[in-house]
């Protein structure tokens, strides 16, 4: 494995763009780096590309190493797509496998069986390090694809690509706005974009005043996210965001102060009550209202004031408090 490894170059995400956009689908790709977010759209892009509309909901199958079942994994690997027809596999926290499972799970990857595309994906807090053994056998059998933040001028042409789609231009400050705050995160780079372009006529010129009016802060659209995984009960993805924010510097007090100011704005918004902000925005918190219902708007507001009680009184690092209650308020 380690020679295969070695031979074995680093694609990144644009290549693998071009690749499945021209028709050329690798048998198993491993997704890694810091950005979950481009990971998630390129296993979205892989899934419509490969699979006939009408094969995507029997034929592709997303699995989690530390929530199936091992052998059960090694089930929906072995087996040979009926008909001839596509398959496509996501498995994603493989860093998860035990040392005992991970020959068998290597083996039934050398190669898959045919028409399958095999993805193996690692969250971003969670990717093995590059001289692990782990990462080398997993460069053994996978084609490897790593998912770094945008740089500069990628972010720049994506702007300027999303606005023109949308019958707007922008000045260079602004523009620049845009990139500095999100830093080279593309879930946060559309998040942005995505307020602007439904918020903004088509035909205007976009300056730095409506950029500072329209995009209230990158953390309150990151809350967005984060409420929404809540809802739809993906503990995972919503404990990636709050890892997320700590790596960029949110203290877990300010943390709790945004979590807690949101929740009491859905209470607001069940009430019917005045928010203040921009339209955007109050349309989004009624609309997250909707499917969050009061009972557990005031559940979640309870263990969020019991856990700042416990951040205060014991011993134990905030960040496993502060994970736990997550956990909770996302079950």
């Known amino acids: 494995m380690a020679k295969a490894a070695a031979s074995r170059r680093i694609l990144d995400p644009i290549t693998l763009g071009r690749e499945i956009g021209a028709g050329n689908f690798r048998p198993v790709y491993y997704f890694f780096g810091e950005e979950d977010y481009r990971k998630a759209e390129a296993v979205k892009h892989i899934v419509t590309l490969y699979l006939p509309q009408a094969q995507r909901m029997l034929n592709f199958s997303r699995l989690t190493v530390d929530k199936a079942d091992f052998e059960a994994i090694c089930g929906e690997l072995a087996s040979i797509p009926m008909l001839g027809e596509r398959r496509v596999l996501f498995v994603d926290e493989v860093q998860r496998l035990k040392p005992t499972h991970q020959q068998k799970f290597f083996a039934l ?3 898959p069986p045919p028409e399958t595309v095999v993805i193996l994906s690692s969250p971003a807090e969670r990717t093995p390090r590059k001289d692990s053994a782990l990462f080398r056998d997993l460069g053994g059998v996978a ?5 770094d933040r945008l740089a500069k001028n990628a972010a720049e042409a994506k702007v ?4 023109e789609e949308a ?12 990139v500095e705050i999100t830093d080279g995160d593309f879930g946060g780079l559309v998040g942005e974009l995505e307020k602007l372009v439904l918020s903004v006529e088509p035909g205007r010129r976009i300056g730095l005043d409506e950029v500072k009016t329209l995009v209230s802060s990158h953390e309150q659209f990151t809350m967005f996210e984060l409420i929404d995984s809540i809802i739809a ?4 993805t919503a404990l990636h965001i709050y890892n997320d924010l700590s790596r960029k510097g949110v203290r877990t007090e300010q943390f709790m102060g945004m979590l807690s100011g949101h929740m009491v704005n ?3 918004a069940h009430a019917n009550k005045k928010i203040a902000g921009q339209p955007f925005y109050v349309g989004k918190l009624r609309q997250q209202a909707r499917e969050y219902d009061r009972p557990k708007v005031l559940s979640a507001l309870a ?4 856990t700042e009680r416990n951040i205060r009184r014991t011993k134990l690092k905030p960040s496993i ?8 308020i996302a079950a």
Do not use: S, W, Y
Not at 143 to 147: N, P, R, T
Not at 167 to 178: F, K, P, Q, S
Not at 303 to 306: Q, S, V
């Open 143 to 147: 084609d490897l694809v790593q998912f």
């Open 233 to 236: 009960h993906e503990r995972d």
């Open 266 to 268: 859905l209470l607001k």
């Open 321 to 328: 408090l502060v994970e736990n209650l997550i956990r909770e």
């Open 109 to 111: 990857l050398a190669p």
């Open 160 to 163: 300027l690509r999303t606005l």
């Open 167 to 178: 019958g707007l231009t922008c000045d260079r400050e602004a523009l620049n706005m845009l």
């Open 303 to 306: 263990r969020i004031a019991e």
